[in-house]
Structure formats: C-alpha cells, structure tokens
C-alpha cells in the first residue's frame, strides 16, 4: 500500500490516447528551445493543429514525446496540462471526476479519499 495521496507510477497511461494535451505559445517556445530546433520545424516534426487548439502529434496511440523507456522526452518542458495531471481542479467540486481520474490513474494510493486529494490539489496551488 502506498503511503503518500499520489505518486506517479510513470505507467504512461496518461500519455497514450488519439489526441493530446494542447500548448500554449510560450510552451511551444520552450519546447523548441529545449529541442534546439526553430518553432517551424518543431511543427512540423511534432505538432499539430485541431481547431483552435496546437497539440503534440500522436504516434502508435501514444504522445510523440513518450520515449520507449517510459519517460517523456520533454519531461524539463512539458506543458503545464501534462505537469498537473492527475490533479485536476475538476475534482474540487465533483466528486464523480474524482473516482473517474483515480480509476484510471494507478499513483494514487488504494486509501487515497476525496478529502486528500482535494487537500493535494491545493497544496499543489492547482486549485481554483
Ligand atoms: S496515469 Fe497516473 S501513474 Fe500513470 S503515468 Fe499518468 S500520472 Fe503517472
Ligand atoms: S509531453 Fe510528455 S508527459 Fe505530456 S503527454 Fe507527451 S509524453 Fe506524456
């Protein structure tokens, strides 16, 4: 049993998906100079546009950046969305998104209550 709320068991399931995350613009910035790569090129081999929103392409069901080690290869950089997930501030106020995100999502602990993780959020300074 753990003892902590949560603590990523880098499983990757958050990675995977048809669609990621999006980015902001100062997050493609970031991205592109960790990379050592121009923003066109980051695009281009990385990025794609849905609508409104610029989002990490998806490659064999997961995100571009999730390395075969498990680890994202942008861990330094990655967007703020990706930084704070599982910590959603959703389940401040709904307690069904709480059971939802924590059956999907194995870092957190099997005694882990909806009181705990609202304290996490917060603590995190992820709250509203
Ligand atoms: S689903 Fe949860 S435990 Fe798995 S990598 Fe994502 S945050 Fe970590
Ligand atoms: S940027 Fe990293 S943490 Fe975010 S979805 Fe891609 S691989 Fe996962």
Not at 52 to 71: A, S
Not at 72 to 83: E, Q
């Amino acid at each position: 049993m753990k003892n902590k709320v949560f603590e990523c068991a880098q499983c990757g399931h958050c990675c995977h998906g048809v669609a990621t995350v999006s980015l902001t613009r100062k997050e493609q910035v970031a991205v592109a100079n960790y990379l050592g790569i121009g923003e066109e090129e980051l695009f281009e081999r990385y990025l794609k546009r849905n609508g409104k929103r610029v989002e990490m392409q998806v490659v064999d069901g997961h995100c571009i950046f999730y390395g075969e080690d498990g680890l994202c290869k942008i861990h330094p950089v990655k967007p703020f969305h990706c930084r704070r997930w599982p910590l959603h501030p959703s389940m401040l106020h709904d307690e069904n998104a709480w059971h939802a995100i924590k059956s999907d999502c194995p870092g957190f602990s099997d005694d882990a209550t909806w009181e705990d993780v609202k304290r996490l959020i917060r603590e995190r300074g992820f709250g509203d």
